[in-house]
């Protein structure tokens, strides 16, 4: 954790550097942006591939419940699928 001055330090210095090369900025925008979609992109594998158990597990009204809302997870990825990749 940094010391209140040391934040202040930390942030004019990002905005000045954000000021004078804003290309940099933007292709580390690119990347957090990218590396947010394959996480979300695994936890959404990953939860698709627990759905059998979760059924199993907790019964069935559960499952359809967990898989409706996985359905919606998967569409709303779909419709999205620019902005994070």
Known sequence: MLSKEDQRRFE???RRLR??????????????RARRGRYLMLLTIVLWAS???????????AGAIFAMVLLAN???????RRRWI
């Open 74 to 80: 998967a569409a709303l990825m779909w419709r999205l």
């Open 12 to 14: 004019q210095i990002t």
């Open 19 to 32: 000021e004078s090369d804003p290309e940099f900025f933007a292709r580390l925008d690119h990347r957090a």
């Open 51 to 61: 759905l059998p158990a979760a059924t199993v597990l907790a019964g069935r009204l």
